[in-house]
């Protein structure tokens, strides 16, 4: 029979510890607790705090769980329920924007889009489920980025590229971009990706208030905006889906 490796075994002891009881713990109670000694407690609690997996708290130096197991431990939601959840809404919205439709979730430093439903039209459409999209620049990627932290570090720690000439490439300038998507819900990408195309998109929770996906419209800049702002009745479309989708995964009102 294998030998269980002791480093793994004591990592999720600590987890497990850290996840019950008091929200935040101190190194010497970690390793009191666990019959570590504290070189060890610590060693382990670093590897742990650089995989994001565990958060150290500035001024009391104690230590609580990480965004990165926190958005691991959404994992029960697989993307095929979310999916599933959003057919409906999403044809919906693709029937009344007559544009295109995108589910997106976070991946590999990216939105990978698990879900796509065809513009309502005779035009010629490329299926683009399994396609990768950039965090800083898409509608979809800067939704993720205002509400997931992960998203978040991954989005300022990435190199941006420049697009367009209207790509968002400065930190603190993608930092405000944030905000403003985070206090209206909704995200927008006018030609910072693709020239000509535009999209809005909102976010989508689960039970738990976590965000776990994002969903959107995509379609030419001259469909999408009037008068150079986007169409207000597409911006709430957009948003009636994702708080609809959000509903179906028991987030309740939004």
């Known amino acids: 029979m294998a030998r269980n490796i002791q480093s793994l075994e004591r990592a999720a002891a600590m987890l497990r510890l850290l996840a019950g009881g008091e929200r935040r713990l101190g190194l010497s109670d970690i ?3 666990l019959g570590l000694a504290k070189g060890t407690a610590h060693g382990i609690l670093r590897t742990l705090q650089q995989e994001g997996f565990v958060e150290q708290d ?3 130096g104690r230590y609580q769980l990480g965004a990165e197991l926190l958005r691991l431990g959404t994992t029960y939601l697989d993307v095929h329920e979310l999916r599933a959840r959003a057919l409906v809404w999403t044809d919906d919205l693709a029937r009344s924007s007559g544009e295109s439709v995108h589910l997106g979730v976070l991946h590999q430093h990216g ?5 796509h439903v065809f513009r309502p039209d005779d035009s010629r459409q490329v299926l683009e489920i399994g396609a990768m999209q950039p965090l800083h620049c898409t509608a979809l990627g800067k939704v993720l980025s205002a509400y997931d932290p992960v998203a978040h570090s ?6 941006r590229k420049a697009f367009t000439d209207r790509t968002v490439c400065d930190a603190a300038e993608f930092e405000q971009i944030l905000g403003l998507t985070r206090a209206r819900g909704y995200a927008a990408d006018v030609e910072e990706t693709w020239e000509g195309v535009a999209s809005i998109a ?4 689960d039970r738990r208030r976590m965000p776990v996906g994002a969903v959107g419209i995509t379609g030419a800049v001259e469909r999408l905006c009037r008068d150079g702002e986007l169409r207000p009745e597409l911006i709430a479309a957009v948003r009636d889906c994702a708080r ?7 987030a309740g009102r939004f």
């Open 111 to 115: 939105v990978l889009i698990v879900h």
């Open 31 to 33: 390793a009191s607790s």
């Open 58 to 60: 500035d001024a009391s």
């Open 244 to 250: 609809a989708v959000s509903r179906d995964l028991g």
């Open 154 to 159: 991954e989005a300022l720690e990435a190199e």
């Open 202 to 205: 909102a976010p989508v929770h």
